[in-house]
């Protein structure tokens, strides 16, 4: 059974930095189709949002409103999935949640959240101006 935690979430000032770490384990390894990981965010009362995207052989995505203030990296096991998030604003606030899914295609998709299988309980960061 596959199991994801989170941590590194916090409350912060405007323009600071915070390191999402999630935990992935009891992956069950394929030898076809694509290995997607991902962190995802939600708003009080709006739905899950795709922020970044890796898969296994490093490609990244990034929505729109976090390019060049947010990098998602994972360790070579692949069983450490991270979110550095810099020059946070209050827009930023959100839990947010790791996810990952094996895709039979080549591409990971950022949208829509609910392609992902597997979730973690998520971590909170708030940003105040």
């Known amino acids: 059974q596959v199991e994801l935690v989170e941590s590194g979430g916090g409350s912060v000032q405007a323009g600071s930095s915070l390191r999402l770490a999630c935990k992935v384990s009891?992956?069950?390894?394929?030898?076809?189709?694509?290995?997607?990981l991902g962190w995802f965010l939600q708003a009080p009362g709006k739905e899950h949002e795709g922020v970044a995207i890796i898969d296994t052989e490093g490609t990244t995505k990034y929505a729109d409103s976090v390019k060049g203030r947010f990098t998602i990296s994972k360790d070579n096991a692949e069983d450490t999935l991270f979110l550095q998030m810099n020059n946070l604003k209050p827009e930023d606030t959100a839990t947010y949640y790791c996810?990952?899914?094996?895709?039979?295609?080549?591409?990971?998709?950022?949208?829509?959240?609910?392609?992902?299988?597997?979730w973690g309980q998520g971590t909170q960061v708030i940003v105040s101006s």
């Open positions: 996810a990952t899914y094996y895709t039979s295609g080549r591409l990971c998709p950022l949208a829509p959240a609910g392609t992902y299988i597997n």
């Open positions: 009891g992956r069950t390894y394929r030898n076809y189709g694509t290995y997607c």
